[in-house]
């Protein structure tokens, strides 16, 4: 049923900047209704819904899923409902469009790819239709468009990215000045993330939280401002009270906002600018559901992350597993989210096989005086080394190793951990582009 052939493809990959635009003008209507009338959101939602699962009924995939759940198609029409089906592995979603694709190579020749970023597993090869894609880059677009003061020209604006892959390529309707974009590698070093930011002078600049904040330490290390106002967001991690306040000295307080998702579902949670820890959810493209322990439905509170993305086609999620832990609130009847609590592979492990999840890594690095961002290497089950990046030139050296110790004495009193300091000017990312909370080497999650 989601299969397609390949000059139809091909055809559909050439148009995709003017669906791209239909998409953002479809999306943006959607968001200034809700404005005005928050329940519009849910009346959006209910009719994706309805749409997608039927789609996704006639999958032979989900059929097999439906039925082993003992579900039809009439069974899910709310957000919720879609808990009722088995939750989706990566792992699960691999072995489905390997499978697909050992059957028939060359029908996916044409299909779009992406690859996640391995940061938690091995990286995760998708496939898209050209209309999937459209819909997560007008998401972006959609994303700073509604920015308090908008004034990101839509069509003559440029957008720079970085991110895990790296992008120069210019279409014809970008060389006419239209949608122009630009993309370069988070890993590359500051001063080169400086050199190619300048060079292009983007309207809106968005990438992994490492690579963004580097960026400005260098212009701020180096006396140099953005020659023009633009918007900034950042990805792939949450940001610290530090990390905030260093970017915007760079780019202003009204610029940054954090934005939330993943290679897989793309963009479906952002910040506002000045209104940290309020992420609004693109209810009319994606469903959210936060679950506890036992799998229930979490609709104020702290739990895991399930998500499922109404207009993907090509190899649609559904109840899809991040393994991130986020804590979520109502207002107006509508779900938003409070923050981005930690990754459920955050774990610093102990001798006896138990283990202090990222709840209690939080409660220990949360808000240190003087620190811009830090990370936890476990070398054995009982040492702990800490790693601070200091975040405003003062020294808070012996207040702030005072106020680690006593906290881990406090959270790591069950399993006591030797405790190890080390003042840097920089802890590098890894090769995906992130900076890890949490590094250990006795565990299976490093």
Known sequence: ???????????????????????????????????????????????????????????????????????????????????????????????????????????????????????????????????????????LYRTVLIQPGHRYPLLSGKTMGMMVSESNTRSIIQRLGFFRTRQCLAVRPAEKLYHSFAEFEPDFLYGMKPAILDLAIYMLDNRVKPKKQLYVATIGAILSADERKTIESVFGSHSLFDMYGATEVGNFAHERTGYPHHYEIWHDTHVVNVVDEEGKSVREGTGRILITHLLHHAFPIVNYQLNDYVEIAEENGVPYLVTIAGRENDRILNADGTY???????????????????????????????????????????????????????????????????????????????????????????
């Open 356 to 446: 202090f999840s990222w709840l209690v890594i939080d409660k220990v690095t949360k808000e240190l005086p003087g620190v811009l961002y830090c990370q936890v290497r476990q070398t054995d089950y009982d040492k702990l080394d800490f790693y601070l990046v200091s975040g405003n030139g003062q020294d808070h050296f012996e207040e702030t190793e005072k106020l680690l110790q006593d906290r881990c004495e406090k959270h790591f009193r069950t399993n006591p951990k030797k405790i190890l300091f080390h003042w840097t000017n920089h802890i590098p990312v890894d090769m995906n582009g992130k900076r890890k909370l949490v590094v250990s080497e006795v565990s299976p999650f490093v």
């Open 1 to 139: 049923m989601f299969h397609t052939g390949t000059l139809f493809l091909r055809l559909r990959k050439r148009s995709a900047n003017i669906v791209t635009f239909f998409n953002v003008l479809s999306l943006l209507h959607t968001s200034r209704s809700a404005e005005k009338d928050p329940s519009f959101w849910i009346k959006m939602q209910k009719k994706n819904i309805h749409k997608f699962v039927r789609y996704i009924y006639g999958i032979p995939f989900y059929r097999e899923r439906f039925d082993r759940a003992g579900l039809g198609p009439g069974d899910i029409t709310e957000p919720e409902d879609f808990l009722k089906l088995p939750p989706l592995t990566r792992e699960e979603y691999r072995r489905w469009m390997d499978e697909e694709y050992r059957k028939n190579p060359r029908r996916y020749r044409e299909y779009l790819k992406a690859s996640t970023s391995g940061s938690s597993a091995e990286p995760l090869i998708l496939y898209k239709y050209p209309e999937d894609n459209a819909v997560d880059i007008a998401n």
